[in-house]
Antibody
Framework: EVQLVESGGDLVQPGGSLRLSCAAS????????MSWVRQAPGKGLEWVSL???????YYIDSVKGRFTISRDNSKNTLYLQMNSLRAEDTAVYYC???????????WGQGTLVTVSS | DIVMTQSPDSLAVSLGERATINCKSS????????????LAWYQQKPGQPPKLLIY???TRESGVPDRFSGSGSGTDFTLTISSLLAEDVAVYYC?????????FGQGTSLEIK
């Protein structure tokens, strides 16, 4: 059974940093692209970042230069390093497994990031 | 970036009736190498993560009831629920995965009339 468990969400001040983790199990982690998707309170889904099985990375413009996606295949874990956080980054962050063609076949339960002073 | 626009924003349908949600992309999401459209539909119920319903515009994910169907090509797509059940109350999102960023539509909230 595929499982994705996010952690690391917290209350952080504007300008601060946070690292999210997503522990994966039930599939060959190294073989699949993984993504982060966020959802601001009461809002829709926003694709944030993707890392391929070959470690190519992609971001939405609003987080480029501030967020870094990475993966540790030896630990079956996906990360999102978030720096220079802004109020508009406040959201539930979901980890999602990509099928071979980049739609999301499995999602975690999400972790809440709140950026506020 | 490809902009995804859903219509309507909200929809109220009677139990047992058909529900139709539309999704339009700002440019074609047809992937010529696979002769398929890179369009997925997700269902999100309150307090839960999204769930994949449809991919390649019309392929139903394993375990998804056959009352859910997807259609369309190029820039115009439709999710249809043939006979609405109470458990189908949710927000539905389309997403293109042709090119990054893999953008979502704004969502359509489906409720019972």
């Amino acid at each position: 059974e595929v499982q994705l468990v996010e952690s690391g969400g917290d209350l952080v001040q504007p300008g601060g940093s946070l690292r999210l983790s997503c522990a994966a199990s039930g599939f060959i982690f190294s073989s699949y692209a993984m993504s982060w998707v966020r959802q601001a309170p009461g809002k829709g889904l926003e694709w944030v970042s993707l890392i391929t099985s070959g470690d190519n990375t992609y971001y939405i413009d609003s987080v480029k230069g501030r967020f870094t996606i990475s993966r540790d295949n030896s630990k079956n874990t996906l990360y999102l390093q978030m720096n220079s956080l802004r109020a508009e980054d406040t959201a539930v962050y979901y980890c999602a497994k990509c099928d071979t063609s980049y739609y999301f076949d499995y999602w975690g339960q999400g972790t809440l990031v709140t950026v506020s002073s | 970036d490809i902009v995804m626009t859903q219509s309507p924003d909200s929809l109220a349908v009677s139990l047992g009736e058909r529900a139709t949600i539309n999704c339009k992309s700002s440019r074609s999401v047809f992937y010529s190498s696979k002769n398929k459209n890179c369009l997925a539909w997700y269902q999100q119920k309150p307090g839960q993560p999204p769930k994949l319903l449809i991919y390649w515009a019309s392929t139903r994910e394993s375990g998804v009831p056959d009352r859910f169907s997807g259609s369309g090509s190029g820039t115009d797509f439709t999710l249809t629920i043939s006979s609405l059940l109470a458990e189908d109350v949710a927000v539905y999102y389309c997403q293109q995965y042709l090119s990054t960023p893999h953008t979502f539509g704004q969502g359509t909230s489906l409720e019972i009339k």
